[in-house]
């Protein structure tokens, strides 16, 4: 049987509203027809039956990749969903009585668009209700507005009338605008305002092709302004406003921005481009920003023929254009608040201080809450700052009742559904953090109705944390119990006479921090000590020590250095000054570490002639190699005196006995004001042996604070030893009698000092320490 063709057949996109989304990630209803690929669109069938039918199937492709009806309706007539009599992947079919000869019209809504862009091409066809259904297994699932398959399809021996591959409209290419895009800033009424957009596509964009840029609803474009950011290059000279009205219905102010693409971009990949405009003064109903791409058609002559493939300037004239892609305006505007400015000012910047922070903010239209009863301003502050959990300092401000806080975020509840005000003064209590955050911004957003939206907001920039100077130095070597000492200036005067100082070791790095072997330096009294475990921090009480801000202070504590090396991120050692009430005043947590390592070498001790003022002394340190160390392996040994003692400009009083060193013959010692170095001979071993290396220098005056002395080997410029001990002070007495003769020093110490032990004046190397642990043993004196 030959199967009549319907007549005057057609099938349009569906303009009248609603048109659904067109993207099911994108939750906006589309206000124009949807003509991307894998969008969901709408379209109107047009025909007019030759014979009377009473069923009518469609289904629709593209180069052979099929529609999607599965989820599809039958809006008929249009407002009113009309139940598919069968429905299918690729096809659905609707129960209608048709007339012969009589036109008809029927919408289809919901219907998935294929992935490949192209000419769609429609199957309609017409049947009689009167055929036999095909046997089945299951009984056939009635339709409903949304259960996806259902129903039978009729065989074709029942076909009334057809129309097979119908050439419709062209489905394009795909746009995706990312929703990271954004403007800046995010006021309303902000002249010149950065739009950036993020967008990739499902196909390639070509040399000369056009961008088109719609611009969403109360904004207006700027000329000139588009710069390429990221895998897009645009010609230079050809961009700006659409004032020829190419596409925009004024040229005094174009919806329109097109723009010449200058070089190949490969589909799917990120582009990035931004351009000016000024911002909506108000929100409105339907703003939606489009993106689509052109192509211009050569000029032809009648016989089709190419009369000049060149591309002439905008507006092109005398030449087509084609549409190749578009994001469906399924991009929606940018999020826009009006800005609550505000200023930040802290009572404290010490890191890890309680301080009381001044917020003031400045609200010149009033914001009000038409439901809620009341307005909630959040205070939002970089990550580490942490405010009390009933976050109000007095003075209160009576517009709020109440302050919740919790980690770096307070809310503030008004007492009236409305906020509005100059000069808004609220003092939150807080906690600072360690070290100063990146990003380090406050931000402060406003709600009334909808809690989960802003109406205001704004950002200011926070104040820095800032730590006083302090200094570590100490031992370097692992697993080594020495001290080690901290030299901190405060950045402001102590409020008592009565201080805490905590030393907080580098965190989880296995670090230990004793109260034995303390060295108050210039605090001159012994301190109360409390100390921890492994990785805990130690307090010194100083009961008056009143500190003056700029000053220096140093003491030392007895440091366990651990087994391993610490990572290099976290070797960071803090200390807090607290006052009587254990409110930190000052502090620093961000003090460098030492780099450790092994290095067979030990530092027993220091000794001298006198430690009257303004005499010259002579001065021993005791060094031991526990096991003969390469030559090459370290360059030189530094001795860095406290500041103001002097060493001898003459280096023939540098002798190192009962065994020499292997020095550069000539160039024994270098002596540079309070520092001596001595040069090693790389060509030489250093033997396993115990060396007094000794000296002259001439007293101070005042002995400093920081009154300890610095032993350091190193190979070239890097530190492969550091030993650190606490200098001598006037009316102290040496450890060590240097007045015996110098081939037997470490062994008749031993007896002055009452203690034996195999190797002999080993141990931290403080003066007090020294005193309690210095030793040797009759083998001492054959070393």
């Known amino acids: 049987e030959i199967i009549p063709e319907l007549v005057n057949a057609s099938v349009v996109k569906a303009v009248e509203l609603p048109l659904g989304q067109c993207r099911s990630d994108v939750p906006i209803a589309a206000t124009s027809p949807c003509h991307a690929v894998s969008s969901v669109g709408a379209f109107v069938i047009h025909f007019t039956p030759t014979r009377s039918a009473q069923l009518l199937s469609l289904q629709a492709d593209v180069n052979g990749d099929p529609f999607d009806f599965t ?50 091409t ?8 009167d055929f036999e259904p095909a046997p089945t297994v299951m009984p056939v699932l009635k339709c409903s507005e949304s259960n996806g398959a259902c129903g039978t399809f009729p065989p074709s021996t029942a076909r009334r009338d057809e129309k097979l591959q119908l050439e419709s409209f062209e489905m394009l290419g795909y746009i995706s605008v990312a929703t990271s895009s954004f403007v800046t800033p995010i006021y309303y009424s902000t002249p010149g305002g950065t739009v950036t957009v993020e967008m990739r596509a499902t196909y390639d964009f070509e040399p000369n092709d056009v961008l088109r840029i719609t611009r969403a609803q109360g904004y207006t474009l700027l000329d000139g302004t588009l710069l390429a950011l990221l895998a897009i290059k645009f010609d230079d ?33 990120t582009v990035m481009f931004n351009f000016k405009a000024d911002l909506p003064t108000e929100a409105y109903p339907a703003p939606f920003w489009g993106i689509r791409t052109y192509r211009i058609l050569p000029l032809y ?78 205070i939002t502050g970089p990550e580490g700052f942490m405010f009390l959990d009933s976050c109000f300092v007095s003075p209160l401000n009576p517009a709020f009742s109440k302050c919740t806080g919790y980690r770096n975020t307070a809310s503030l509840v008004t007492i009236q559904p409305r906020l509005r005000g100059s000069g808004i003064l609220v003092i939150l209590g807080a906690y600072n953090p360690r070290l100063t955050p990146s990003p380090n911004y406050w931000s402060a957003a406003v709600f009334t109705d909808d809690p989960n939206q802003y109406v205001r907001w704004s950002q200011e920039l926070s104040y820095e944390i800032v730590g006083m100077p302090v200094v570590y130095k100490g031992n370097n070597q692992l697993g080594e119990s020495a001290s080690g000492f901290f030299t901190f200036s405060p950045v402001r005067p102590s409020p008592s006479p009565m201080i805490h100082l905590v030393v907080t070791p580098p965190p989880n790095m296995g670090y230990r921090v004793f109260c034995t072997g303390i060295s108050p330096l210039g605090f001159v009294r012994m301190p109360q000590c409390q100390s921890g475990g492994v990785n805990e921090p130690l307090t010194l009480t100083f009961d008056n020590a009143t500190l003056v801000a700029g000053n220096a202070y140093t003491f030392g504590v007895t440091v366990y250095n651990p087994g391993g090396p610490p990572a290099e991120a976290s070797n960071y050692w803090g200390l807090s000054v607290l006052d009587y009430n254990f409110k930190t005043f000052d502090a620093n947590m961000d003090i460098p570490g030492l780099e450790l390592g092994s290095m067979p070498i030990r530092c027993y001790g220091i000794g001298w002639t ?18 003969q160390i390469p030559a090459g392996t370290i360059t030189v040994i530094t001795i860095r005196a406290p500041e103001g003692v002097m060493f001898s400009e003459d280096t023939s009083k540098v002798r190192v006995i009962p065994q020499p060193l292997p020095l550069i013959s000539g160039m024994e010692a270098t002596i540079a004001g309070d520092v001596m170095i001595l040069n090693l001979d790389v060509n030489s071993d250093i033997k396993a042996a115990l060396y007094n290396v000794r000296f002259e220098v001439i007293n101070p005056v005042v002995y400093p604070h920081d009154n300890t002395w610095s032993v350091f080997a190193k190979k070239n410029i890097d530190i492969e030893f550091s030993h650190v001990v606490t200098g001598y002070v006037q009316g102290q007495i040496s450890p060590f009698d240097l007045s015996i003769g110098s081939d037997v020093v470490a062994a008749k110490a031993a007896p002055r000092l009452g203690v034996a032990s195999e190797f002999g004046l080993r141990c931290a190397c403080t003066a007090a320490v020294l005193v309690a642990l210095v030793s040797a043993s009759p083998r001492s004196g054959r070393e």
């Not at 429609?122 to 209700?129: G, K, L």
């Open 122 to 129: 429609f199957d309609i066809t017409t049947y009689s209700e």
């Open 237 to 269: 000279n050809q961009h700006g406003l659409d004032v020829k009205r190419v596409w925009s219905s004024s040229f005094i102010d174009p919806d329109d921005y097109w723009a010449i693409i200058s070089d190949h971009v490969t589909l799917d990949t």
């Open 610 to 627: 006198s430690a009257a003022p303004r005499v010259m002394a002579e001065v021993l340190i005791q060094i031991r190699v526990l096991h």
């Open 71 to 120: 989820n599809a309706i039958f809006n008929h007539p249009v407002g009113d969903v009309l139940v598919p009599e069968a429905r299918s992947a690729r096809a659905m079919m609707a129960a209608l009585i048709l007339y012969a000869n009589l036109p008809f019209s029927l919408r289809v809504d919901q219907v998935q668009h294929p992935a490949t862009s192209g000419i769609t």
């Open 301 to 378: 002559d009648f016989d089709g023929e190419i009369l000049n493939a060149t591309q002439p300037w905008y507006p092109w004239p005398g030449r087509g254009k084609v549409i190749l892609g578009t994001n469906d305006d399924a991009f929606p505007d940018f999020l826009l608040v009006g800005p609550i400015p505000f200023t930040v000012e802290p009572q404290l910047q010490t890191p890890k201080a309680y301080t009381e922070i001044s917020f003031v903010f400045n609200v010149e239209q009033e914001v009000s809450a038409v439901s809620a009863r009341e307005v909630k301003l959040d």
